[in-house]
Protein backbone atom coordinates (compact mmCIF):
# COMPACT_ATOMS: atom_id res chain seq x y z
CA UNK A 1 0.00 0.00 0.00
CA UNK A 2 1.00 3.58 -0.40
CA UNK A 3 0.06 6.47 1.42
CA UNK A 4 -1.10 10.41 0.82
CA UNK A 5 -2.28 12.82 2.19
CA UNK A 6 -5.81 13.86 1.73
CA UNK A 7 -8.92 12.27 0.09
CA UNK A 8 -9.53 10.94 -3.47
CA UNK A 9 -10.13 14.30 -5.35
CA UNK A 10 -7.11 15.38 -3.97
CA UNK A 11 -3.93 15.94 -6.21
CA UNK A 12 -1.80 13.97 -3.68
CA UNK A 13 -4.43 11.02 -5.07
CA UNK A 14 -3.59 12.21 -8.73
CA UNK A 15 0.04 11.69 -8.16
CA UNK A 16 -0.19 8.10 -6.73
CA UNK A 17 -2.75 7.36 -9.35
CA UNK A 18 -0.21 7.91 -12.37
CA UNK A 19 1.29 5.14 -11.23
CA UNK A 20 -0.74 2.51 -8.65
CA UNK A 21 -4.35 1.79 -9.00
CA UNK A 22 -6.70 2.84 -6.32
CA UNK A 23 -6.99 -0.43 -4.03
CA UNK A 24 -2.98 0.35 -3.80
CA UNK A 25 -3.66 3.93 -2.27
CA UNK A 26 -4.88 4.78 1.34
CA UNK A 27 -5.53 8.32 2.19
CA UNK A 28 -4.28 9.77 5.89
CA UNK A 29 -5.38 13.30 6.91
CA UNK A 30 -1.94 14.92 8.22
CA UNK A 31 1.76 14.39 6.71
CA UNK A 32 2.60 13.27 10.62
CA UNK A 33 0.29 10.73 10.34
CA UNK A 34 1.54 9.93 6.77
CA UNK A 35 5.13 9.36 7.78
CA UNK A 36 4.00 7.55 11.12
CA UNK A 37 2.31 5.00 8.62
CA UNK A 38 5.49 4.23 6.80
CA UNK A 39 7.41 4.12 10.19
CA UNK A 40 5.13 1.43 12.02
CA UNK A 41 5.00 -0.43 8.41
CA UNK A 42 1.46 -0.09 7.58
CA UNK A 43 2.19 0.96 4.14
CA UNK A 44 5.18 0.34 2.35
CA UNK A 45 5.70 3.96 0.54
CA UNK A 46 4.13 7.22 0.96
CA UNK A 47 3.58 10.02 -1.39
CA UNK A 48 4.87 13.42 -0.07
CA UNK A 49 4.45 16.88 -1.36
CA UNK A 50 7.75 18.67 -2.16
CA UNK A 51 7.15 21.88 -4.27
CA UNK A 52 3.40 23.31 -5.01
CA UNK A 53 2.35 26.13 -6.83
CA UNK A 54 1.47 28.11 -3.83
CA UNK A 55 4.31 27.44 -1.51
CA UNK A 56 7.47 26.40 -3.32
CA UNK A 57 9.51 23.99 -1.73
CA UNK A 58 8.29 22.47 1.52
CA UNK A 59 10.68 22.03 4.00
CA UNK A 60 8.56 20.05 6.50
CA UNK A 61 8.53 16.85 4.27
CA UNK A 62 12.15 16.84 3.84
CA UNK A 63 13.01 17.85 7.61
CA UNK A 64 10.99 14.54 8.30
CA UNK A 65 12.66 12.63 5.48
CA UNK A 66 15.69 13.15 7.16
CA UNK A 67 14.85 12.56 10.86
CA UNK A 68 13.23 9.28 10.30
CA UNK A 69 16.29 8.55 7.70
CA UNK A 70 14.02 7.44 4.94
CA UNK A 71 14.80 7.96 1.35
CA UNK A 72 13.36 9.21 -1.88
CA UNK A 73 12.52 6.61 -4.42
CA UNK A 74 10.66 8.19 -7.21
CA UNK A 75 9.60 11.74 -8.30
CA UNK A 76 6.46 12.63 -9.74
CA UNK A 77 5.61 15.73 -11.22
CA UNK A 78 1.88 17.49 -12.11
CA UNK A 79 1.24 20.05 -14.29
CA UNK A 80 -1.91 21.39 -12.52
CA UNK A 81 -3.74 24.64 -14.39
CA UNK A 82 -7.31 26.17 -13.16
CA UNK A 83 -9.99 26.31 -15.13
CA UNK A 84 -13.17 27.91 -14.58
CA UNK A 85 -16.51 25.27 -15.21
CA UNK A 86 -20.17 26.10 -15.15
CA UNK A 87 -23.43 23.99 -16.47
CA UNK A 88 -23.75 25.89 -19.71
CA UNK A 89 -21.04 27.96 -22.06
CA UNK A 90 -21.42 31.53 -21.24
CA UNK A 91 -18.99 33.14 -19.61
CA UNK A 92 -21.60 36.64 -19.12
CA UNK A 93 -24.36 34.03 -17.24
CA UNK A 94 -22.15 33.47 -14.73
CA UNK A 95 -23.52 35.56 -11.45
CA UNK A 96 -21.73 33.36 -8.34
CA UNK A 97 -18.09 31.76 -8.15
CA UNK A 98 -17.56 29.30 -6.11
CA UNK A 99 -13.70 28.77 -5.05
CA UNK A 100 -11.66 27.99 -2.86
CA UNK A 101 -9.50 30.74 -1.08
CA UNK A 102 -5.76 29.54 -2.04
CA UNK A 103 -7.22 29.52 -5.96
CA UNK A 104 -9.19 33.08 -5.48
CA UNK A 105 -6.01 34.86 -4.07
CA UNK A 106 -4.29 32.70 -6.83
CA UNK A 107 -6.68 34.19 -9.96
CA UNK A 108 -7.59 37.43 -8.23
CA UNK A 109 -6.39 39.69 -11.46
CA UNK A 110 -8.59 37.22 -13.60
CA UNK A 111 -11.60 37.00 -11.17
CA UNK A 112 -11.80 41.03 -11.09
CA UNK A 113 -12.18 40.99 -14.63
CA UNK A 114 -15.46 39.25 -14.59
CA UNK A 115 -17.70 41.83 -13.90
CA UNK A 116 -20.66 40.21 -14.05
CA UNK A 117 -19.86 38.22 -11.17
CA UNK A 118 -22.10 39.22 -8.16
CA UNK A 119 -21.44 37.23 -5.25
CA UNK A 120 -17.95 34.61 -3.94
CA UNK A 121 -19.01 31.50 -1.97
CA UNK A 122 -15.41 29.79 -0.50
CA UNK A 123 -15.33 25.91 -0.12
CA UNK A 124 -12.62 24.03 1.25
CA UNK A 125 -11.59 22.18 -1.54
CA UNK A 126 -12.28 22.08 -5.54
CA UNK A 127 -14.16 18.95 -4.92
CA UNK A 128 -16.39 20.81 -2.70
CA UNK A 129 -16.54 23.70 -5.54
CA UNK A 130 -17.88 21.46 -8.34
CA UNK A 131 -20.54 19.86 -5.54
CA UNK A 132 -21.92 23.49 -4.88
CA UNK A 133 -22.61 24.15 -8.72
CA UNK A 134 -26.09 23.57 -8.68
CA UNK A 135 -27.56 26.52 -11.81
CA UNK A 136 -26.64 27.56 -15.11
CA UNK A 137 -25.66 31.41 -12.95
CA UNK A 138 -22.76 29.38 -10.88
CA UNK A 139 -19.71 28.59 -11.95
CA UNK A 140 -16.46 26.85 -9.62
CA UNK A 141 -12.40 27.08 -10.04
CA UNK A 142 -11.00 23.37 -10.38
CA UNK A 143 -8.22 21.87 -11.52
CA UNK A 144 -7.48 19.65 -14.81
CA UNK A 145 -6.91 16.56 -12.96
CA UNK A 146 -10.82 16.72 -11.51
CA UNK A 147 -13.61 14.60 -13.47
CA UNK A 148 -16.78 16.50 -14.25
CA UNK A 149 -19.10 17.11 -17.49
CA UNK A 150 -19.31 20.80 -17.14
CA UNK A 151 -18.58 23.18 -19.93
CA UNK A 152 -14.89 25.00 -19.66
CA UNK A 153 -15.45 28.78 -19.78
CA UNK A 154 -11.87 29.75 -19.34
CA UNK A 155 -8.35 28.26 -18.71
CA UNK A 156 -5.23 28.82 -17.57
CA UNK A 157 -6.50 31.45 -14.79
CA UNK A 158 -3.50 31.76 -12.47
CA UNK A 159 -2.16 35.40 -12.22
CA UNK A 160 1.11 33.42 -12.70
CA UNK A 161 2.52 30.57 -13.91
CA UNK A 162 2.90 28.45 -11.07
CA UNK A 163 1.75 25.27 -12.28
CA UNK A 164 4.20 23.14 -11.28
CA UNK A 165 3.48 20.29 -8.78
CA UNK A 166 6.17 18.11 -7.37
CA UNK A 167 5.39 14.77 -4.85
CA UNK A 168 8.20 12.17 -3.81
CA UNK A 169 7.35 8.58 -3.34
CA UNK A 170 9.26 7.99 -0.02
CA UNK A 171 10.12 4.26 1.30
CA UNK A 172 12.22 3.30 4.30
CA UNK A 173 15.46 1.92 2.60
CA UNK A 174 17.63 3.37 -0.24
CA UNK A 175 17.52 2.21 -3.36
CA UNK A 176 20.14 3.01 -6.07
CA UNK A 177 19.86 0.52 -8.54
CA UNK A 178 17.82 0.87 -11.34
CA UNK A 179 17.34 3.95 -14.29
CA UNK A 180 18.20 6.58 -11.67
CA UNK A 181 19.51 9.98 -12.35
CA UNK A 182 18.99 12.07 -9.63
CA UNK A 183 20.93 12.23 -5.85
CA UNK A 184 19.13 14.74 -3.12
CA UNK A 185 21.76 15.36 -0.71
CA UNK A 186 21.57 17.35 2.82
CA UNK A 187 24.80 19.16 3.39
CA UNK A 188 25.45 20.61 6.81
CA UNK A 189 28.22 22.73 7.54
CA UNK A 190 29.72 24.57 10.52
CA UNK A 191 28.76 27.92 11.18
CA UNK A 192 32.94 28.48 10.99
CA UNK A 193 33.18 26.89 7.83
CA UNK A 194 34.61 28.36 5.06
CA UNK A 195 33.24 26.06 2.60
CA UNK A 196 29.93 26.43 1.68
CA UNK A 197 27.69 27.18 -1.19
CA UNK A 198 30.37 28.22 -4.20
CA UNK A 199 32.38 25.63 -3.38
CA UNK A 200 30.06 22.86 -3.28
CA UNK A 201 28.89 24.27 -6.97
CA UNK A 202 32.82 24.34 -7.89
CA UNK A 203 32.86 21.20 -6.79
CA UNK A 204 30.42 19.31 -8.39
CA UNK A 205 31.28 21.11 -11.86
CA UNK A 206 34.96 19.77 -11.63
CA UNK A 207 32.89 16.58 -11.29
CA UNK A 208 31.00 16.82 -14.19
CA UNK A 209 27.90 16.59 -12.37
CA UNK A 210 24.82 19.06 -13.04
CA UNK A 211 23.20 20.62 -9.59
CA UNK A 212 19.35 21.18 -10.62
CA UNK A 213 18.32 23.22 -7.06
CA UNK A 214 20.65 24.38 -4.02
CA UNK A 215 18.53 25.12 -1.35
CA UNK A 216 19.14 26.56 2.05
CA UNK A 217 17.17 24.72 4.56
CA UNK A 218 16.50 26.00 8.59
CA UNK A 219 17.32 23.89 11.21
CA UNK A 220 15.67 25.69 13.78
CA UNK A 221 18.67 27.63 16.30
CA UNK A 222 21.25 26.37 15.15
CA UNK A 223 23.76 29.01 13.22
CA UNK A 224 25.17 25.77 10.82
CA UNK A 225 24.10 25.88 7.33
CA UNK A 226 22.30 23.11 6.24
CA UNK A 227 21.58 23.01 2.26
CA UNK A 228 19.47 20.44 -0.08
CA UNK A 229 21.16 19.62 -3.45
CA UNK A 230 19.51 18.11 -6.15
CA UNK A 231 22.86 16.76 -8.57
CA UNK A 232 22.28 14.75 -11.92
CA UNK A 233 23.98 11.57 -11.32
CA UNK A 234 23.35 8.37 -10.30
CA UNK A 235 24.33 7.53 -7.21
CA UNK A 236 26.83 4.84 -7.54
CA UNK A 237 29.24 6.09 -10.60
CA UNK A 238 32.57 6.98 -9.67
CA UNK A 239 32.40 11.05 -9.58
CA UNK A 240 29.14 10.99 -7.48
CA UNK A 241 30.97 8.92 -5.06
CA UNK A 242 34.73 11.28 -5.59
CA UNK A 243 31.95 14.20 -4.48
CA UNK A 244 30.60 12.79 -1.87
CA UNK A 245 34.29 11.46 -0.24
CA UNK A 246 35.10 15.38 -0.83
CA UNK A 247 32.03 16.34 0.92
CA UNK A 248 32.10 14.62 3.95
CA UNK A 249 35.93 15.38 4.44
CA UNK A 250 34.39 19.27 4.29
CA UNK A 251 31.15 19.15 5.90
CA UNK A 252 30.01 18.51 9.07
CA UNK A 253 27.36 15.66 8.13
CA UNK A 254 26.09 14.66 4.62
CA UNK A 255 23.30 12.32 4.61
CA UNK A 256 21.66 10.49 1.08
CA UNK A 257 18.13 11.59 0.81
CA UNK A 258 17.58 9.64 -2.08
CA UNK A 259 18.19 8.34 -5.03
CA UNK A 260 15.63 8.32 -8.00
CA UNK A 261 14.89 9.09 -11.90
CA UNK A 262 13.34 12.67 -13.35
CA UNK A 263 12.91 13.33 -16.70
Not at 15 to 43: M, N, P, Q, S
Not at 193 to 203: A, G, I, N, P, Q
Amino acid sequence: MIGYIGHEQSLDFYAGATFYVKDELVGFKTIGRLFHALKAGEVVGILMPYITGKDGLLEDGIARVAHHHFHIEREIVLDVTLSLVAKQPKIEHIKELIVTYDDYQACYQHIQQLSHVQKKTFVESRYDALQHVKTENQAAIVSNYQPHALDTLKTNLRDYAHNKHVFLLVGQTLKSLGFHNRVMLQVTFESTSRFKVYDVLHEAVMSNIKVSNISSIHKGSTEDQTLLLTLHEQLEHDNMIQLLTLLKQKAKHVQILGSYFSK
